[in-house]
């Protein structure tokens, strides 16, 4: 795996600090060297001329990331032990402060099953799943509204401040952000897991408004009903993924990432499969070496993709600088560290 090292975070830093003060217009970044991308370049005990090379080859590809894709949407799911590890949560922020400086438009949709979980254990609230999702009763609902878009929400945005980014946490029904229509379970879709939504109607220019004015949106999953129906007033549960799939495509982003606690798709021999069409997807499901709950979360994918994002990738957010890593180590194609998950095209 191609993972940047701590002078290789300082470069990108470096690289956003010069660009804010107008000292490197994008024209004028490096675009070679994109065969490097799958290089390691973890720091050993290694000679010095060795550390410099290394150093300006991670230069070199941080540059033609930031060129590929400065001015450029990015959304991102946040979800898994990249949440619930304060370590690998203040990474995250940084990350997205970061990339902020390098000129990138940054969206975060967020998940927080732990702490809904925990939440409706301490008030008594019972819950269960059907077909693969949280059967959503109007109190389970109040208490993932109340954790999503209160703690959770909050503790992200004012996470990313503190590294120096801009963000406002927002959720769904803010301004009429995310509208839905209810999602029904299971495989003929007559499955009643209540309120859960499925997103019908994004508030891009509301989303566009904020990144115009280099502000990072933290988009909590909790909807309402759409404009004009039966149940507008309906506060509805959606799944994260689903969330942040629908509103990339809405938004023609050029890359959605997953960030969550597998190290993405696997073949049969459990070798990672860093590169995958929407076809090839379709294959490896027919043939089972994707099945179970890998299945959800590739269909999330192909379905961004599908809507109009160039590449979508499945993250594995244990990784210190997840994110940062799959964003500037692709170099010029954009496509990723190449060891960090799997990313799925057309």
Known sequence: MKLFTGSSIAIAAILGAAATNGLVPSSSLPTHRPSRR???????????ASSTSSFADDAITI??????LSGRTVVVKYGGN????????????EDVATLQRLGLRIVVVHGGGPMINAMLEKVGVESSWAGGMRVSTPEVVDVAAMVLSGSVNKNISGGIVLAGGRALGLNG????????????????KSLDIGNVGEVIDVNTDL????????ITPVIAPIGMGCKGAEDED??????????????????RAARVLFLTDIAGVLDKEKTLLDKLSCDDIDKLIK??????????????????????????????????????????????DGMGSGGGGTVVTL
């Open 207 to 214: 989303i566009n408004q904020l990144l115009d004015m280099g």
């Open 287 to 332: 043939d089972e070496t994707i099945t179970g709950g890998m299945i959800p979360k590739v269909t999330y994918a192909t379905d961004a993709v599908k809507l109009g994002v160039q590449g979508a990738f499945i993250t594995d957010g244990r990784v210190p600088h997840a994110l940062l890593n799959e964003i500037l180590a692709g170099g010029e």
């Open 63 to 68: 540059a033609s990331s930031v060129r590929s």
């Open 38 to 48: 799958r290089r390691n370049v973890v720091a050993s005990a290694a000679s010095p």
């Open 173 to 188: 029904r803010d301004d009429g952000l995310l509208r839905c229509e209810k999602l029904w379970g299971g495989d003929d």
């Open 234 to 251: 309906v506060v509805y549960n959606i799944n994260a993924d689903v969330a942040a799939g629908r509103i990339a495509g809405e938004l």
């Open 82 to 93: 990249a949440m619930t590890s304060p370590e690998l949560a203040t990474l995250f922020c």
